[in-house]
């Protein structure tokens, strides 16, 4: 039998993008999806007070937990904050031995600890900050600038979730020396009994009978506004419409943006048309999407729509902005509005909500497979390219 290959997995524990963390247990199913005999090993690197239930209830059979935080004696604190004071440098800094694991992903390489190990697979998921600078920092823009610079001029290996992403970096880094993969991600769930939790979620959450739904955090690009305006445009012809939005009322970049959509709603009187659940346990999420009307995907920019690939994974139709990735994750079976146009997607909310929606046929789990052998193949690659 040969040798297990042993992926590194690193989750940063960021509040502020809870998609990182399903992306990463998104990769651990699609993993399990696998022959058994091919399911390579799999170190978790977490930082510490990381809850890890999600990832342990995927019952994943080759796996350790490694806890990937500093931990220093009192005397190497003591050590430490003389140097950093004067340096900037650790004295003690503690580095995992470069052979703990043959391939390391996503980009531990920008953590000191995990800096060492050898062969770093790097992912770029999009490239938002280069169409709409004005929705980061200029602190934030100089950092990514500064890092995909290095990475293309760099022998980097570099995974991409859609070939528009991979696509983009080809246009903004020609020269670039890097050797780029593109794994599209498929999502994974627990069993869910729908029909108990929906009943639950109805009391919960007073939902209506019939709606669509809105599954984005509350963040700028994802274009909630333009939600709000068609409704306006419906709101006199189809005032029956319910829209429901699940998410973080949270946008770090903009922290009165979240307030200004409400108050956007309550100045065109349309308080009866919407319904805010904010950040609902993911199976709550999922079994609203399951009995929804339709889904509505109206981001101005995305890398691969984890909501689509919901969405997808449900059966449901999915009225989506015209973005290239959207097309690419979507084929034949998305309902499409021009991103800007409030016309064109009250146009499509119409159409949509005057219809049966029925349920579309979709060999999803062929998906989940493809994921996890796409993903195992290039850490495959990645290993041998350096053993050479």
Not at 213 to 241: D, F, P, R, Y
Request: charged share 25%; hydrophobic share 40%; net charge neutral.
């Amino acid at each position: 039998m040969a040798k297990r290959l042993k992926i590194g997995l690193f989750v940063d524990n960021s509040d502020l993008w809870t998609g990182g963390l399903y992306y990463i247990i998104n990769i651990v199913h699609a993993l399990k999806s696998l022959p058994k005999e091919k399911q390579p090993w799999i170190t978790l690197f977490y930082k510490r007070d990381f809850e890890l239930t999600f990832l342990k209830e995927v019952n994943y059979p080759f796996i350790n937990f490694v806890d990937a935080s500093r931990k220093y004696s009192l005397f190497e604190r003591a050590v430490n904050k003389i140097c950093y004071l004067f340096s900037k440098r650790l004295f003690f800094p503690k580095k995992f031995r470069s052979t703990i694991v043959d391939v390391i992903y996503p980009n531990a390489g920008f953590h000191k600890e995990l800096a060492a190990i050898q062969n770093q697979l790097w992912w770029i998921p999009d490239f938002q900050e280069k169409y709409y600078p004005d929705f980061f920092t200029l602190e934030e823009l100089t950092q990514r600038n500064e890092w995909q610079e290095k990475l293309a001029a760099s022998q980097s290996d570099i995974v991409f979730s859609s070939q528009n992403a991979l696509n983009d970096f080809k246009t903004f880094f020609p020269e670039s020396k890097a050797t780029l993969y593109l794994v599209r991600f498929a999502v994974s769930h627990s069993a869910i009994d729908f029909e108990t939790t929906y009943q639950e979620c109805v009391k919960i959450y007073n939902l209506p009978e019939k709606y669509f739904l809105v599954a984005n955090q509350l963040w700028k690009h994802k274009n909630h506004a333009l939600v709000i305006e068609a409704m306006e445009l419906l709101s006199k012809k189809v005032g029956s419409i319910r829209i429901v939005f699940t998410g973080k009322e949270s946008d770090y970049r903009d922290p009165n943006h979240p307030v200004r959509l409400k108050e956007k709603i309550s100045e065109k009187g349309l308080q009866n048309n919407f319904l805010w659940l904010g950040f609902i346990p993911k199976e709550h999420m999922l079994t609203i999407m399951n009995y929804a009307h339709a889904v509505i995907q109206p981001s101005l920019f995305e890398g691969w729509s984890t909501v689509i690939e919901d969405g997808k994974s449900l059966g449901k139709h999915i009225i989506a902005s015209d973005l290239p990735v959207h097309f690419e994750q979507l084929g034949d079976n998305g309902l499409f509005f021009q991103k800007n146009s409030a016309k064109e997607l009250a146009s499509q909310m119409k159409i949509a909500w005057a219809e049966s929606r029925k349920s579309i046929s979709y060999d999803y789990e062929s998906d989940v497979i493809r994921f996890g052998r796409d993903f195992l193949d290039v850490a495959t690659m990645v290993k041998a390219g350096h053993d050479v």
